[in-house]
């Protein structure tokens, strides 16, 4: 029995097979489903966020205190804030605390980084888990903890302190001391996270420029110049606008252990702006003082971005 010869098979034409997750979907259909997962969210930041800062500002032009029907009062809020001697030694008392802050836990953190992420060092998680410890602890129980302990009757530090012949007496009712005194319980909060950041930075920068750098006859300092100090810009610039302001909208551990005296050598823009609002029930003022606030700090952060994306430029030509 013979086989008989078969025409050729006809090939069908190809069809690429369909996309992960069914069927392509039209553009506008796609644009449908993101508004309603989006729909949501935006309704809660409408909300809680957009129409409040919509009404605060409005508040802030009115004698608004609660009561009554609030009157229209222009800009005369915003006159008070930057005529009364007592506001504007408030803002000063925001910026000397901001510049005692800042550098000192910017420089803090990034020492600790280079001493953490030293392999010769034993212990090295030991030390940067407690070191992270205190950021975790709310500021205002930390607040409350360092009053005991600064206290000069009851307080173990200054107890320590007495018994190798350092006399402090009660600093938080010092104006000289009280400032330095709630920075440095910041500074002991906060330094922990910026520290961990800074060892993140520190470990993204290939060891290959450290080896080149050492093979020009690069020391230490040389090496921390051109090499870190560059590579940890984005870095340098996040932990910089993040402690600023941390520092502009210092609170708690003011409330707690000073309450902005003695003689409100304490006294930041937050707290005059809840004893604006909260205490002598003068609404406009502190919506006003906190516009204030809010538009120091963005000016204050697109200045530092453009000043460090300047220098990631220059440094990357």
């Not at 002991?188 to 470990?203: D, E, R």
């Amino acid at each position: 029995m013979t086989r008989t010869a078969r025409g050729p098979r006809a090939t069908k034409p190809y069809r690429a097979p369909a996309p992960l997750g069914g069927r392509p979907v039209a553009a506008r259909q796609q644009i449908r489903i993101a508004a309603l997962f989006m729909t949501p969210a935006l309704i809660i930041l409408l909300a809680f966020v957009a129409w409040p800062m919509v009404s605060a500002l409005r508040l802030s032009f009115t004698d608004a205190s609660g009561f009554g029907t609030p009157r229209w009062v222009g800009l005369d809020n915003y006159v008070q804030i930057f005529t009364n001697a007592k506001i504007l030694a408030t803002l000063g008392n925001t910026a000397l605390y901001t510049v005692m802050f800042t550098p000192t836990a910017l420089i803090g953190a990034l020492a600790l980084a280079l001493l953490l992420t030293n392999r010769a060092l034993i212990g090295r998680n030991v030390f940067r888990t407690a070191l992270f410890v205190p950021f975790i602890v709310s500021l205002a129980v930390a607040a409350f903890a360092w009053s005991y302990l600064l206290d000069p009757q009851i307080g173990l530090l200054t107890s320590w302190l007495r018994s190798v012949g350092i006399h402090v007496g009660n600093v938080l009712q010092d104006p000289t001391w009280a400032m330095p005194t709630v920075v440095l319980v910041a500074i002991w909060k906060n330094v922990g996270f910026y520290m961990v950041i800074f060892i993140a930075g520190l470990q993204e920068i290939p060891v290959s420029l450290y080896e080149a750098a050492t093979l020009d006859g690069a020391g230490a300092w040389r090496r921390f110049v051109h090499v870190t100090v560059p590579q940890l810009s984005t870095t340098l610039t996040f932990v910089v606008v993040f402690a600023m302001i941390a520092a502009l909208q210092a609170f708690d551990q003011i409330y707690v252990m000073t309450s902005g005296g003695p003689y409100r050598s304490t006294q930041t823009v937050v707290m005059e702006i809840y004893q604006e609002g909260f205490k002598k029930l003068d609404l406009g003022v502190a919506t006003a003082l906190s516009y204030v606030l809010l538009l120091a700090t963005l000016v204050l952060s697109l200045v530092q971005f453009r000043f460090f994306g300047a220098r990631e430029k220059d440094t990357a030509s």
